[in-house]
């Protein structure tokens, strides 16, 4: 028998990512929290990631099925396909959701709800033909969100030109320069595809029965009083592994589902070794793709500053890091193609984090009191740099120079500066304050752990 009779009597949903690792990871973190509180998960996602999953004592509660996104091979999007595959995926992966659910259906599923990535606004429609609740979840901050919703709603006309000054009040004067938008907004038509599926996760923003948003109050307070002035938003972030901030979820210490191995035992050996504070950590997340002559700057900067570093290149850019800075530095830098990133970051060694600023990263870092050097590439990183620099004053970002290069000294400036420059005592203590109140508004009675609760009970009742 496929299914045992009190499996069938639970709240079951269902949680559709879409599939790159930035979205599946505060997906699958969510998931977990739901499932800690009584309800039946399963994460439907794509062969590439439902093929990685780790099973462990915290994931067991939830199933992971696969759900087709036509690609015969394990393919994912990247920075050269992504346009092909999110045409693909949107023609293919519909028709396989809704199998999966009529199966469980079939089976005697009592399925609640289907929470979809917004990126995906198809599966509101799915959950409507089923006659189920339809949730529309977030992964990136909500003043990205609100600039991409007020370009649907044409009220921001795109490719934006000056500065920005947003929904800011007087107590928070971020004026936010057209480079410092997403790049959708500032460079339009080089995604074509991707530029619409941003725009597009609005097409039915108002229908969907809640709208969650991975980030949490206090740190976006007047962006999200100024969305929750258009229809109820939910806060339910950070989405990060338990261990690092509410610790419900006994041992919950990773994500569980990565698509690159990580080098655990020799990252964690290596900054065992390091003095407190004194590891520059640098990535640039999972898909971001750098130039030759950038990545030749930043080999030369960390020469320079004459920090430890640990620097994750993944396996595909491996071969722009310049001849033998691997052996030239083995002294003081550790490369590896993938790291247990939060274990990094809460690692007492750790300095500074000198990040893309993927959102994900960003509300790690934040999590665990880490300052940054903001080195943004695309889409939302640009303005997530700039909140970690002028409005929560984290750290410090990098500037290009004309030829659109940050050169090594421009990096090894920021580092030191943050690491031990005449800002880094009120960085760091700003870093120590945003920690904290990450940590509040998921332990019990905090906002985010209000709104989770909130959203269970509504479901079981
Ligand atoms: N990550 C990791 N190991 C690495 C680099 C990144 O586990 O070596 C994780 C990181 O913790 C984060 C995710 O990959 O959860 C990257 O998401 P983010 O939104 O920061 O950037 P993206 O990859 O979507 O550009």
Redesign the pocket.
Known sequence: MESQPQELNEIHVIVIPYP????I??MLQFSKQLASRGLKVTLATTPAFSSKFVHSEQSNSISIETISDGSTLTETANTKNVDAYIKRFDLIAPRSLTQLIETKIQLGHNIKCIIYDSSIPWALDVARQFGVFGASFF?QSCLVSLIFYQVYEGVLRVPIEGPWRGVFTNDTPLLIEAREMPSFVYEVGLYPALEKLVINQFTNYGQADWRFFNTFDHLECEVINWMQSICTVKTIGPC?PSKYLDNRIPDDND?GL?L?Q?ETDACIQWLDARQSGSVVYI??????SLGDKQMEEIARALLKSNKFFLW?V?ASEENKIPPNFKEETSEKGLI???????E??SHPALGCFV????????L?AISLGVPMVAFP?W?D?PTNAKCVTDLWKIGVKVRKNEGGLVTREEIELCILEVMEGDKSNEIKSNAKKWKNLAKETMEKGGSTSRNIEEFVAKLQN
């Open positions: 790159i690792q930035g979205h990871n505060p992964t990060i994500y990565s690159f990580p990535s640039m997340g999972s898909m971001a994750v993944r590896v193609n993938w790291c247990p990133q939060l990094v970051l990040t893309h600023c993927g959102w994900n990263s960003i790690e590439q889409t990183q």
